[in-house]
């Protein structure tokens, strides 16, 4: 066997076993969120302060450490640090309630971004080769918008519910491509 297709044989086991591990990964996680979707909401939003309290470290760190930035410039990045570390411990004692106004703030942040994306696709109704379909998107984005504003905490429920069951139907098919996948590269 030559070099090259034991190096082509191995780039395939290696395409093959990320496809499989991913799709595995992603079934796990879609049934986690299907079957506890508030403990698996807790999971991302604890990740989260986790997150912040090293991403306050790293930056209270390059205050204090820096010795290339100005007074002002390490003054700003201790108290980003320090904000960050403040807000991560919060939300890690009071889990249940990061959660919710994470869930609250996403809802509300998903509500905004669908109104505007229907309005923007309105502003370009005279470029549009499909006038029917992008009013009939527009207006549709525009109401999922509205109806998410009223109620942020039910749509993020029901995007969250859409994300386990992509999760579970992806990661099936990923697996499925990890057992037939030829290596074409």
Known sequence: ?????????????????????????????????????GKTAMVVAAIIAIYAIAAGLVYAGLGIF???????????????????????????????AATAWLAVFIGILVGIMWIVEGIVSLSTLGDASSKGWTIFFAILSIIAGILVLFSPVWGVVVLWWILGISLIVLG?????????FKGDI
């Open 172 to 180: 099936i098919i990923n697996v499925i491509r990890a057992f037939t």
């Open 66 to 96: 820096s010795k290339t930035k100005g007074g002002w410039a390490r003054v700003g990045h201790i108290a980003l640090g320090v904000l960050f570390i403040i807000a991560g411990v919060i939300a890690m004692f009071n889990l249940g």
């Open 1 to 37: 066997m030559s070099t090259e297709s034991a190096a082509e044989k191995s780039a395939v086991n290696g395409i093959r076993t990320a496809l499989g591990v991913g799709g595995v990964l992603a079934v796990i996680v879609g049934i986690l969120i299907l079957v506890w979707p």
